[in-house]
């Protein structure tokens, strides 16, 4: 589904690589987790995969289903169904959650040739999907993440990944900044839309996020580059001894 | 001389002899001539006018400014305004409404202007007058000596239905001037909407007295007309526990310079003055605000916002002005112009003058561009770069709309201005 190949990245605007060849395949139906250091480059993945400007792509690929993503705008990958959760959800005022709800889903339906989705519909759909990550009207009212807690902005995140249905998710440390309840009930959001046409790559610091959004396969990425690959277990080595050993291993 | 027929360059004349010299109005007219006189037009050197200049409003040739292929008179159907309508500065009876509403009376300057009394003679060029007294406003001099139509509004209750002028523009070298006096008895109730580019060239006068308790909302939407120029003046009385709330959309305009000179003369009165604009290329629009707040308790706000790309050129130019005796002033105005590229500009003076010492007031002016990481949050959930900036430009506008309490006025306006980006992408 997702195919990154041999990604080099640098940054725009200062002569300095970031990502230094990562390799990394997700299939549909498997959650990928990236786990490494502070700088390893695993936000700056998460940016690049979405489209994010300021980045020079200086060598290697990424396919999504078959199409090179990489000289397409940001929109463009969204409606092919990448959807990226932000660690920092932006807030908008003057934009109002529904509004922006709306007229992000009705522009990927348009961009895949399909109809606009009613309002009437879209109001059942929104309320049923908010309801189970306990998100209020008034959440739904207020403008985009403005004046919302950590966790609300997290929820949200996952709300507009419920309603978009991407095929491929980044959630890019999508459990920084939330209590256990928090990360749990996002967690469940998450699980919610494990099928096996969606693959999953999940950025994070921390073993524990894993124990709730449970991963087929963990990777190790350092200085720019994935240096080791496993199962679940390579987690809990991480989070019992840290990365040093690994690192030493690695070099 | 013969040689300024052909000069360009050549003033519009000020002259006692075209002056109106009898009827109720004569005496204003030519107190107004005579400061006029003493002052003479304005020009770029002047203070007031450093950032626009105003030798295209004062030029005794007109430029040309090209029709719209049709007018964009029904802006405000949706509120069943009274209509009354000006083409190029002249009453269209057959496009107008009776002017029959229940608690207000209207007339027009034209057919009143020669009689010998009217209750406007107390009004007519007061306000001007007083607004004189701090900065010299010649355009507005101007045009209480020279104008022959407005229209001249007595309200004495509430009244519901709007009243719309509507000014439509089809003579390409039009020169109009306009002369509005409303007088809103205490407790009554008004909401004026103005719609529509009046003429290749307008002069515009409201004077406004807002008796206490008495409310005044005013809308206005500068039409389309891109190449049309106008200066407009408000000026406010406002007494005791009355509210004034003055709103411009403006969109589009190669010239636009619109005063509001408001003085809060009664205790706990109010007056919110806003304004939202969205200008491209050579767009110039100046905002030039003076708010005196002379009374106890009272309240003011002005609310600017620009939307500004291709060059377009956006001022402000905003003062409250506290007196010593108006203690628990309660001033607040903000300034923000977004510039959607490099070559637009937004100039800013913002001023507080405060001679009292129990007083809140506070002023804010920002230039800023669209918010990068705003931008990348809605095109990475699918939205297109045009829909994107044009939702955050509506939201950067919003807080200006805002300031309209009528949710089916304010709903009109978002709807023209969401149709007017559309257009533009």
Known sequence: ?251 | MELSKHNNDAELEIKKSTVLNSGWSAKARIDAFERLAKSGLPTVRDEYWKYTNPKTLTNKIVEKASLLPEHESDIFKSVSPLKIVFVDGKFSPEKSDEFILSGLSIERLDTIKKLDLHWAKELYGRYEKLGQLSVSRPLAAYNTAYANEGLIIHVTDRVECPINIIYEHEDEYSDVILHHVIKIDSNAELTLLESGAAAARLNQVLEVEVNEDAKFNHIRVLGRDHERRAATHIFGELSRGSTLKSFTLTVNGILTRNECFLNIAGDDAMAHISGACVGDGDFHHDDTVFVTHDAVGSESRQVFKKVLRNGATGVFQGKILVKPDAQKTDGYQISQSLLLDEDSQFLAKPELEIYADDVACSHGSTSGAIDEDALFYLTSRGISKPVAIDMLTMAFLAEAVDEIDNYNLKDVILELLSGWLERRR
């Open chain 1, 1 to 251: 589904m997702l195919k990154i190949n041999n990604l080099h990245v640098s940054l725009e605007d200062e002569d300095k690589e970031i990502l230094k060849g990562v390799d990394l395949t997700v299939d549909a139906g498997t959650v990928h987790a990236i786990m490494g250091p502070n700088g390893s480059g695993k936000s700056t993945l998460s940016y690049v995969l979405s489209g994010k400007e300021g980045y020079n792509v200086t060598d290697g690929s990424v396919e999504l289903n078959g199409d090179n993503i990489m000289d397409l705008e940001p929109e463009e990958r969204a409606a092919l169904g990448l959807f990226l959760a932000f660690q920092y959800p932006i807030e908008i005022p003057g934009v109002g959650n529904m509004t922006f709800l709306r007229t992000a889903l009705n522009a990927q339906r348009k961009a895949r040739g399909e109809d606009e989705i009613s309002a009437t519909d879209f109001l059942r759909l929104v309320r049923e999907k908010a309801a189970t990550l306990k998100i209020d009207s008034d959440m739904l009212k207020r403008p985009v993440n403005v004046g919302f807690s950590g966790g609300e902005k997290k929820r949200n995140e996952i709300l507009q990944m419920a309603m978009l249905e991407p095929k491929i998710c980044i959630l890019d440390e999508t459990d920084s900044g939330l209590d256990v309840d928090a990360m749990k009930l996002v967690a469940n959001g998450v699980n919610a839309l494990r099928n096996e046409g969606r693959g999953f790559l999940v950025i994070t610091h921390y073993q524990r996020l894993l124990d709730h959004i449970k991963p087929d396969v963990v990777h190790i990425m350092a200085d720019g580059k994935i240096i080791k690959s496993g199962g679940p277990e390579l987690a809990l080595e991480v989070e019992n001894n840290g990365y040093s050993d690994l690192l030493d291993e690695a070099s």
